[in-house]
């Protein structure tokens, strides 16, 4: 782990994004009683509160989603789903 101060995070930002980029743990201190922890933001993070209108937190989870993708083109290839009846029985058997 490297620590080092702000105004040296500041000096030379982009080469310390890129350390982390590669794998580098990074800890700036600010004074004598404050830490910040750099770390990369990845796939599965969550960078909005939720931003579903529905405010289900099932559509939050990128996972979820992917799952729901898969379960839906799957469907609509194997069992011809083409009437709106039809995939709004498929829909509701998801829940």
Not at 47 to 59: E, I, K, Q, T
Not at 61 to 76: E, G, H, S, T, V
């Amino acid at each position: 782990m490297l620590v080092i101060s702000t105004r040296e995070f500041r000096a030379n930002q982009k080469a310390y994004l890129d350390k982390v980029d590669e794998g580098l743990s990074l800890l700036i201190q600010r004074g004598k009683n404050k830490s910040y922890r750099i770390v990369p933001v990845g796939d599965n993070d969550k960078l909005v509160s939720n931003p579903s209108p529905s405010h289900d937190s099932f559509w939050d989870n990128k996972q979820n989603l992917d799952q729901l993708d898969k379960r839906i083109k799957a469907a609509l290839k194997e069992e011809n789903l083409v009437k709106v009846e039809d995939i709004d029985g498929f829909l509701r058997s998801l829940e």
